[in-house]
């Protein structure tokens, strides 16, 4: 996770080097076990932040 300086704030930054999942960037900060979700080529999919 990068999180970066956007337009509206700060944005977050998720990027997967393997073809497992899809990269995706949130506007908001993420939050300890809230679920957020993807679309990507293969259909949606489910991320669940594990922040320790």
Same mark, same amino acid.
């Not at 990068?2 to 073809?19: I, N, P």
């Given at each position: 996770?990068?999180?970066?300086?956007?337009?509206?704030?700060?944005?977050?930054?998720?990027?997967?080097?393997?073809?497992?999942?899809?990269?995706?960037?949130?506007?908001?900060?993420?939050?300890?076990?809230?679920?957020?979700?993807? @679309?990507?080529?293969?259909?949606?999919?489910?991320?669940?932040?594990?922040? @320790?």
């Amino acid at each position: 996770m990068q999180a970066k300086k956007e337009k509206g704030g700060m944005a977050y930054d998720f990027e997967f080097y393997s073809h497992l999942h899809p990269s995706f960037l949130i506007t908001h900060a993420p939050v300890d076990g809230a679920v957020e979700n993807v @679309d990507s080529i293969d259909g949606q999919q489910q991320f669940k932040f594990k922040l @320790d």
